[in-house]
Nanobody, 125 residues
Framework: DVQLVESGGGSVQAGGSLRLSCAAEGYTDRLNRMGWFRRLPGQEREGVAAIGRARGSTDYTDSVKGRFTISQDNAKNTVYLQRNSLKPDDTAMYYC???????????????????WGQGTQVTVS
């Protein structure tokens, strides 16, 4: 099994920066990709960004392109989500996800992932 341990969330002032971290623990050898999802207040969970572990190729949902950056440190089995110039509408519950599957079309789709972190709240005011 794989466990995802998230950190870096909290309350941040508008205009500030935030980097979320997610460390994968357990049997991680089969992981193909990792990603970040978020649930905006009153909305469904949606994909934010994904990264392939082998090649580092990234995908972003259209609404966050140019605003978020996903990166990884494979030596630490850790994925990051960076955001500068935070805005109040960045407030959401952010979830780390990991998958052993290879489907390209599901890289930003909830059903494309089998492992999930507990979520970390980001509040921007």
């Amino acid at each position: 099994d794989v466990q995802l341990v998230e950190s870096g969330g909290g309350s941040v002032q508008a205009g500030g920066s935030l980097r979320l971290s997610c460390a994968a623990e357990g049997y991680t050898d089969r992981l193909n990709r990792m990603g970040w999802f978020r649930r905006l207040p009153g909305q469904e969970r949606e994909g934010v960004a994904a990264i392939g572990r082998a090649r580092g190729s990234t995908d972003y949902t259209d609404s966050v392109k140019g605003r978020f950056t996903i990166s990884q440190d494979n030596a630490k089995n850790t994925v990051y989500l960076q955001r500068n110039s935070l805005k109040p509408d960045d407030t959401a519950m952010y979830y780390c996800a990991a998958s052993e599957w290879c489907s390209y079309r599901r890289r930003l789709v909830r059903d494309g992932y089998q492992y999930w972190g507990q979520g970390t709240q980001v509040t921007v005011s």
